[in-house]
């Protein structure tokens, strides 16, 4: 082969190469699809808030996965599993009195939970909900609603409906193992005989 074919296919190869890591993007995104499937209803939420710009919402979500995609949830003691399934349970018996107190008590008991699982600090929840957004794309929303609920004016209907919706990336944060990060999924484990069914139904509101 002549050295001309021989510098012709390389670069040909290199094309290859590079179109492909431009489609899969930085973070082992794997390019839309993969983005699609790993992120579910956050890819939709990111493009919402780029204005529909996908280059935009896809370039966010793959760097979430480029600073989070190798994080490894370290694991909670059983003691300290039992401590936080207690107060979970503490909270929605507080709600019937106090449901603005027994939401904001909710948001800071994840973001505890979360720091213990190795995710970023409290302090940092934007940062802290990006990096659950890559590991638990499907309850992270539940996070966000809780939090936005404790910073606004919001109606007990509101509240009870975010504080069921947090309850999934607890389960998911409090039984799941390191080990074996997608084998939880919401509601296969109720503990104490208590599931969602008999959550939070405030005194007054005739139910």
């Not at 990096?131 to 910073?151: C, D, F, K």
Request: positive net charge; without cysteine; aromatic residues 6%.
């Amino acid at each position: 082969m002549s050295t001309v074919l021989i510098v012709v296919a390389l670069v040909a190869v290199f094309a290859i190469v590079v179109a492909a890591v431009l489609y899969a993007g930085p973070g082992r995104g794997g390019g839309r699809r993969g983005l699609k499937r790993r992120f579910g209803p956050e890819y939709e939420l990111a493009l919402t808030r780029h204005d529909g710009d996908t280059k935009a919402a896809e370039r966010e979500l793959n760097e979430r996965v480029k600073r989070h995609g190798d994080l490894r949830p370290q694991p909670l003691a059983n003691e300290t599993r039992e401590l936080y399934l207690a107060q979970w349970a503490g909270l929605q018996e507080r709600f019937v009195d106090s449901p603005v107190k027994a939401v904001a008590e909710a948001d800071q008991l994840l973001a505890r939970l979360a720091a213990e699982r190795g995710f970023p600090e409290a302090a940092q929840y934007e940062e802290q909900l990006a990096a659950l957004s890559v590991h638990h794309a499907e309850h992270v929303g539940g996070y966000r609603r809780v939090h936005r609920a404790t910073r606004g004016q919001s109606s007990t209907e509101e509240l009870r409906e975010a504080m069921v919706e947090s309850r999934a990336l607890f389960e998911a944060l409090v039984h799941t193992r390191p080990e074996d990060p997608l084998a939880h999924r919401a509601g296969a484990v109720e503990r104490g005989g208590r599931g969602r069914g008999h959550l939070l139904k405030p005194k007054g509101s005739g139910a």
